[in-house]
């Protein structure tokens, strides 16, 4: 998933009033992807939810213009907070994926964006869904592959591990009477 920052027309607004002293805000045609993320960056009401995002984009009129990798975030006054991260490039699989693509145009200036399908992280061929990595059970059943496939069997991996780099200390199993 994804953050998405829907801009308006760039307007003018009183630096005075402005939390980050800023004479404009939002998209034209003119901007570099660089200028449109400087001035767009903040100030914005962002949920908890947004902490799990790695990536921002900025659309206009319901097309994906800019795409940011998420570094960070920063508290600016009044309760908002602005992202901090990296503008992504052409040859960047995120930006590839996501620039040009269209996005919710629900009324709220954030929303969240579903990436779309991706493979499952395990090599099966099957599709997952925002932020799912694995299908159920696919994280084991790909380590369980892997361990089959390097040591033959999960004790053979255990010894090996074990000898490689110590056994485990073993949690106590006295009960409490």
């Not at 980050?20 to 914005?44: F, K, S």
């Not at 996005?103 to 992280?121: I, K, L, M, S, W």
Request: glycine letters at 10%; a negative charge; proline letters at 3%.
């Amino acid at each position: 998933m994804s953050i998405n920052f829907k801009l308006d027309d760039r307007r003018l607004v009183d630096h005075e009033e402005d939390a980050w002293d800023r004479t404009w805000i939002g998209w034209a045609e003119d901007l570099t992807d660089d200028d449109v993320y400087e001035q767009n960056r903040g100030v914005w009401l962002l949920g908890r939810r947004s902490r799990n995002e790695r990536l921002a984009t900025f659309s206009y009129q319901g097309v994906v213009k800019v795409v940011v990798a998420i570094d960070d975030f920063e508290y600016v006054p009044g309760g908002k907070q602005a992202i901090i991260g990296r503008v992504l490039r052409s040859g960047d699989p995120d930006y590839d994926r996501l620039i040009g693509t269209t996005v919710d145009t629900f009324r709220n200036p954030v929303t969240y964006q579903d990436e779309g399908d991706r493979e499952c992280a395990c090599g099966c061929g099957a599709s997952v869904t925002g932020t799912v990595t694995f299908l159920p059970g696919h994280d084991q059943r790909a380590v369980h592959d892997r361990i089959s496939k390097q040591w033959g069997s999960t004790l053979a991996f255990v010894r090996w591990f074990d000898e490689t780099y110590g056994r485990p200390q073993q949690a106590s199993t006295s009960r409490l009477l």
